[in-house]
């Protein structure tokens, strides 16, 4: 079984999605393909990256992710093929794949230089499904380009670390779609900072922009705030919190958020994508 999964900011209005999964079937009848998300905000390269972080790891070792967004080849992006953490990744060297190679090294890295073997108007995408059914068959990655040993770096939203060490700075990387907001600030990261030291994030109350109780606990999952007190977890909803989520990164949130009702925290905090998040440390 070959899985291929797909990661765009083409939408589903258009036919794009639709074109692109007959081009793979069109090369690779066997081909089983699996969105992971046609949403990514357009050519956001930083919220691609966090999805594509965020899911890869639940599909089987050897899957094969084509990531569509900001994926025009010129003189700034190559094309890459990597295989990282028994995965592969195509995509434009836009700095998507830099969240995950800051953790782990890559297996190897390609600039893909098949372009002249193509006809003379097949589009950055049909390169990208051609790398994708070349390794779907078993094909080397030596095969579809030459080694390349350095990639570039999403570097203007990353967290920043005090120099005294008693506070990360951080910023609102993502907004699902309950309204969470998700920040570049890893548990991985708050560990090594924190060192057992309490510690406090906070935040504005909705768009009067007024300081409010800052978040003093970052829980390990939703409901755990019901916890703090003696109250049926019902009288929490509403509460504004924190978690690591799955994905490792910091996340504020409204408990049981719903925007028609509760509200969420990009609403009622005010909380959008690049907002500054600080954690401050005691």
Same mark, same amino acid.
């Given at each position: 079984?070959? %899985? ?104 190897? @890295?390609?600039? @893909?230089?098949?372009?002249?073997? +193509? ?24 095969? %579809? ?27 609102? %990387? ?14 991985? +990261? ?34 755990? %705030? ?27 949130? @409204? ?12 609403? +009622? ?14």
């Amino acid at each position: 079984m070959s %899985i291929i999964t797909l990661t765009t900011d083409y939408g589903l209005r258009d036919h794009f999605v639709g074109a692109l999964k007959g081009k793979i079937l069109s090369d690779f009848a066997q081909a089983v393909i699996v969105d992971i998300s046609h949403d990514i905000d357009l050519f956001n390269t930083t919220q691609a990256s966090y999805i594509i972080g965020a899911s890869y790891s639940n599909f089987p070792k050897g899957s094969i992710h084509l990531i569509g967004v900001d994926l025009e080849r010129n003189n700034e992006n190559q094309h890459l093929a990597m295989q990282w953490n028994d995965h592969y990744f195509i995509c434009a060297d836009n700095g998507i794949l830099s969240m995950l190679t800051q953790y782990i090294k890559p297996q190897k @890295i390609v600039s @893909i230089n098949i372009h002249d073997r +193509l006809p003379v108007e097949a589009t950055d995408l049909d390169v990208f499904v051609k790398v994708a059914c070349h390794i779907a068959k078993g094909g080397l990655l030596n095969v %579809i380009g030459k080694e390349i040993f350095e990639i570039k770096q999403i570097t203007e939203l990353q967290p920043v670390v005090a120099s005294d060490k008693n506070s990360i700075k951080g910023h609102v %990387i993502y907004v699902d779609h309950f309204g969470n907001v998700v920040t570049n600030i890893s548990k991985k +990261l708050f560990l090594e900072i924190a060192k057992g030291r309490p510690y406090e994030i906070p935040v504005m109350q909705g768009q009067s922009q007024r300081r409010s109780v800052p978040i003093k606990n970052i829980w390990a999952k939703y409901s755990d %705030i019901s916890g703090a007190g003696n109250y049926p977890i019902k009288n929490y909803e509403g509460d504004k919190l924190a978690i690591f989520n799955e994905a490792g990164y910091l996340e504020i949130a @409204i408990f049981r958020s719903n925007p028609k009702s509760v509200g969420t925290a990009e609403s +009622l905090l005010g909380l959008s994508y690049r907002d500054t998040i600080t954690i401050n440390f005691k």
